[in-house]
């Protein structure tokens, strides 16, 4: 996808887009998963539609608990209904298979279970969206096909806003995720053309929760079978090689045999560059 027009604009006339986009609408449900750009986008909506926005969460062995539990404490915080809406990507064999559009499954599952359970969510009218922003169309993206193709907007990137757009948005009205990390579900966290069952979602969980409550802020744990590989961010990189030995002992305890800081520190979507190389490995 290319970039819309609206990118190059300045930050205020986005707000504007946005504003203007988001009024006429007779209600939204917003796809929450708690993150940056969904939860700006949930503010915007509950800033220009009231009582009418619903946030919707995936609730899945994909999803942290952790994760869903700051998903719940937001929307309790701004004031917005909050449906947990259990999930099952795992029933479908192309998500478990991993391949390269694994998201796609995904966001499939999501918008079709929404659509199934509409008359408990929302009124019929009201338009589901969710917080695909401009930096999102350059990078290997799936799920915005599925979008497409249930009718879901994107009202960021109709707006032009960007990952600077929407935590300067976060920022000036005080939500508590406008410097919160990047994250994504932990099936990310798997290399493609790897098989994806609960057992080693559930792993992956309990290695991450160690760096979680170590206070570590920008992390992933990759799955490599037998092997862990931790990403953190640059500036913690030596603090998590201090602290190899017992991180190293925790993270086995959580199901690992062997445990590989990387050097590189954090890279986000790290793994789809073995969508180039044709490996899985």
């Known amino acids: 996808m290319t970039l819309p027009a609206a990118a190059a604009l300045p930050y205020e006339q986005k707000l504007a887009l946005l504003r203007a986009a988001l009024a006429p609408l007779p209600g939204a449900v917003v796809a929450f998963s708690g993150g940056v ?17 619903v946030a919707v969460t995936a609730d899945s062995p994909s999803l942290p608990r952790a994760e869903l539990a700051e998903a719940q404490a937001l929307a309790q915080r701004l004031g917005v209904r909050h449906v947990v809406l259990p999930t099952h990507e795992l029933d479908r064999a192309e998500y478990r298979a991993n391949a390269g559009d694994r998201c796609y499954f995904c966001k499939k599952e999501l918008f079709v279970t929404v659509a199934a359970r509409r008359a408990e969510i929302a009124p019929a009218d009201w ?30 990137v109709d707006a032009g806003m960007g990952k600077d757009d929407v935590r300067r948005y976060s920022r000036d009205r005080g939500l508590p995720t406008a410097d919160k990390p990047s994250f994504a579900c932990l099936s990310s966290r798997v ?28 992390f992933r744990v990759r799955h490599h079978d037998r092997l862990a590989r931790i990403e953190v961010g640059a500036d ?8 190899r030995e017992e991180l190293g002992r925790a993270i086995q305890a959580a199901g690992y045999t062997f445990v590989a800081l990387d050097v590189f520190g954090y890279r986000s979507g790290s793994l789809n560059d073995l969508l180039a190389k044709g490996s899985s490995r």
């Open 37 to 53: 750009d969904s939860t700006a986008l949930l503010a915007a909506c509950f800033e220009a539609l009231g009582a009418r926005v």
């Open 127 to 156: 338009v589901v969206v969710y917080g695909a922003i401009t930096d999102d169309l350059g990078d290997h993206r799936p799920g915005q096909r599925a979008a497409a193709e249930h009718g879901v907007r994107a009202p960021l």
């Open 191 to 218: 290399p493609y053309g790897t098989a994806i069952d609960a057992p080693m979602l559930a792993r992956i969980e309990a290695a991450e929760q160690v760096l979680r409550d170590h206070g570590f802020r920008q």
């Open 236 to 243: 913690e990189l030596a603090r998590a090689f201090a602290l």
